[in-house]
C-alpha cells in the first residue's frame, strides 16, 4: 500500500499518547511471548503460545483494541450479548492457535479437527453474528480505515464476496487442507501449517461475515434468501467429507502416528473422531446461520440493527 | 472411434511411462521421504559418553539419524535401537558416517551416566543426549514430536509417550526420510540400510551455498 494524504483520526488528540501506550503495549508483551516462546519454551505457562506467531498474535490484539475503543467512542454501543459474541469469537480463534491448545491439536487429529472447526466455523460464526464492523471501524486508525477502503482491497473483496466464489472457498479451503498429501505436508513443515491457519481464519470470516450480515439488502449487497442458500449449499459437502473421513477404511493421515500422539489411542479411533468432529459441529454451526436468518425474514428484517452500517470486511 | 479411443490410451500409457520414467531417475526410498518439510537439523544437549555441550555443528557432514525414546521404555525402543543396531552392522565401514542420536524424553531419571551405558550396550555409533526442559521442548517443537512424561501416581504407573518414527538428515543437515518401520514386528532392515548408504553416497554440496549454510 502506497503512503497516501491519510484522514485524520476522529479521536481527539489528548489520546494519541494513550493510544501510543497501548501499541508499546501490545508490542512489548508480543516481544515478551516471543522471547519465551524462543529462548525458554519450557516456562511458557499453558495459556502462552507453543509456537508463537506475531501474525496471529497481532491480529488478535489489534483487533481486541481497535473494537475496545470503538466502544469507548461510540454513542450508541452494541448490546452486551453481541459485546460477548466478538470477544468469546476472538478468544476461541486466538486461545485454539496461540495457547498450548496447539501442541494438543498437532499431535491429534481428532483435536487438530475441533482446532481447524473452532478457527474456520465457531469463531468466524460468533464474531459475524456480534455485527462488529461500525464499533471496530470507529476504532481503527485513520490509515488502516484508508487501506481497507483502497481501490485494491475493494477489488479483492469484490471477486471474493460473491455467494458462489465464497461458498465455494469455505467448502474449499476444508477440502483442501484435508486432502492426505498436503495435510502430511501442513503438519509437518510450521510454516505450511500457518499458512493453513490463516487461510482457514480469513476464509471463515469472509463466508460468516457475508451470511450472517445483519442488515437487509438495500445496504446489504445479497438478500436474505441469497445467504441463506448460501448456509444451505455447504451443508451437503460438509455431510460428505465428514462421512469419508469418518468410514474410510485405512489411515489417511499417517503425520500423527509417525510424531506421536497425544495420548495412546488407536489411529483409526482418532480418525473416526475427527471424521465425526468434521461431520456434525459444523453441520450444527450452518444449521443454526439457516435458523437465524429464517428468524430474521420472519420478524421483518429491516428492523434489525438500523445502526449497523455496511460491512467493511 | 473404437481405433482411435484405443489408441489415445495408449499414447496416454506410453506419455505416463515416460514421466514415470523421467521422475524415476531418482529412484524411490524405502523410508518416506520428507524433503522439504522438516526444518535442517539443530540442536544444543548434552551428550551422553563424554558429558559435553554439544549441537548440530558436532556432526557436520555426517548422516544423522534422531530418534526420541528413554531408557525404562519397554518395547518401542530397544527393538527400535537394536534394528537400527543391525543395520549399522550390516553397512560395514559405511556406518562410520552415520551417527544415531538417541534423545532421552525422560531427562529426569535418565541421568548421563545411566543414558551413556544403555546406549552403548546397542552399538558405538550410537550417542545418548539429554537435554534441560528447555533444550528437549525446543528440538521437539522444532520436529513436531510428540512426548509427554507422567510421574507415577498411586493409581497409575510411570507413563512416557513419544513418536516412534527415526528422523534422517543428510550430510547438509537437511531433514531427508521418517524411518517408521524399525520399531513394528515387520522392520524394513535392508530398506534402511539401503537408504542409509544411499544418503552417505550422495555428493556432499560444495562451494558457496554449503558454506554459506555452515555459516548460519
Given at each position: 500500500m502506497s503512503e497516501r494524504a491519510l484522514p485524520r483520526s476522529p479521536l481527539p488528540t489528548g489520546r494519541v499518547s494513550r493510544s501510543a501506550l497501548a501499541y508499546g503495549a501490545i508490542g512489548l508483551a508480543g516481544f515478551a511471548l516471543f522471547t519465551v516462546s524462543q529462548f525458554r519454551p519450557a516456562l511458557m505457562p499453558l495459556w502462552g503460545p507453543f509456537e508463537f506467531s506475531w501474525w496471529e498474535y497481532l491480529a488478535a490484539a489489534l483487533a481486541t483494541y481497535w473494537y475496545a475503543c470503538g466502544l469507548a467512542s461510540a454513542k450508541d454501543r452494541p448490546s452486551l450479548w453481541r459485546q460477548a459474541g466478538f470477544f468469546v469469537g476472538l478468544l476461541l480463534i486466538y486461545g485454539s492457535l496461540q495457547t498450548h491448545f496447539d501442541y494438543a491439536a498437532q499431535h491429534l487429529f481428532a483435536l487438530n479437527r475441533a482446532q481447524q472447526i473452532l478457527v474456520h466455523d465457531l469463531g468466524p460464526f460468533l464474531l459475524a453474528l456480534s455485527a462488529p464492523a461500525t464499533t471496530i471501524a470507529t476504532g481503527t486508525p485513520g490509515w488502516v480505515r484508508a487501506c481497507a477502503g483502497s481501490r485494491a482491497a475493494r477489488a479483492v473483496l469484490d471477486l471474493l464476496a460473491r455467494p458462489v466464489v465464497a461458498s465455494l472457498l469455505f467448502v474449499g479451503v476444508f477440502y483442501f487442507w484435508l486432502i492426505p498429501p498436503i495435510h502430511f505436508h501442513a503438519m509437518l513443515d510450521a510454516r505450511l501449517y500457518e499458512v493453513m491457519n490463516a487461510s482457514m481464519v480469513l476464509d471463515g470470516l469472509l463466508f460468516w461475515l457475508m451470511v450472517l450480515d445483519p442488515r437487509p439488502q438495500p445496504p446489504a449487497r445479497w438478500s436474505i434468501a441469497t445467504r441463506a442458500g448460501m448456509a444451505f449449499g455447504v451443508m451437503t459437502p460438509q455431510t460428505l467429507l465428514g462421512a469419508v473421513v469418518t468410514l474410510a477404511p485405512r489411515e489417511l493421515y499417517p503425520s500423527y502416528t509417525l510424531c506421536g500422539r497425544l495420548f495412546p489411542i488407536d489411529a483409526m479411533t482418532d480418525q473416526h473422531l475427527g471424521g465425526l468432529v468434521s461431520w456434525i459441529p459444523p453441520l450444527l454451526i450452518t444449521a443454526a446461520a439457516v435458523l437465524i436468518l429464517l428468524w430474521r425474514v420472519m420478524r421483518n428484517s429491516d428492523t434489525a440493527h438500523p445502526d449497523i452500517q455496511r460491512s467493511a470486511r | 472411434m473404437m481405433l482411435t479411443r484405443r489408441g489415445l490410451l495408449r499414447l496416454g500409457g506410453a506419455l505416463g511411462a515416460a514421466c514415470l520414467a523421467g521422475c524415476g531417475d531418482r529412484q524411490r526410498w524405502h523410508a518416506l521421504d520428507i524433503a522439504g518439510t522438516l526444518p535442517p537439523l539443530q540442536f544444543q544437549m548434552t551428550r551422553a559418553r563424554d558429558q559435553r555441550l554439544v549441537s548440530e555443528r558436532d556432526y557436520r557432514g555426517q548422516i544423522v539419524a534422531l530418534y526420541f525414546g528413554y531408557t525404562f521404555c519397554p518395547d518401542l525402543c530397544p527393538t527400535t535401537l537394536a534394528n537400527l543396531a543391525s543395520v549399522l552392522q550390516g553397512?560395514?565401514?559405511?556406518?562410520?558416517r552415520v551417527a544415531v542420536l538417541f534423545v532421552t524424553v525422560d531427562p529426569e531419571r535418565d541421568t548421563l551416566p545411566v543414558l551413556a551405558s544403555y546406549v552403548r550396550d546397542f552399538a558405538p555409533e550410537i550417542d545418548g543426549l539429554r537435554g534441560t526442559p528447555d533444550q528437549l521442548t525446543a528440538l521437539a517443537r522444532r520436529y513436531r514430536v510428540a512426548f509427554s512424561v507422567t510421574p507415577r501416581t498411586n493409581d497409575r504407573p510411570y507413563e512416557v509417550d513419544h513418536s516412534s518414527a527415526i528422523y534422517v538428515f543428510d550430510g547438509a543437515r537437511s531433514a531427508r526420510l521418517l524411518v517408521a518401520s524399525l520399531s513394528t514386528s515387520a522392520p524394513d532392515l535392508e530398506g534402511t540400510r539401503s537408504d542409509l548408504a544411499r544418503l552417505a553416497h550422495e555428493q556432499a554440496p560444495s562451494g558457496i551455498l554449503a558454506w554459506l549454510r555452515d555459516a548460519v
Open positions: - | 553397512m560395514g565401514n559405511e556406518a562410520q
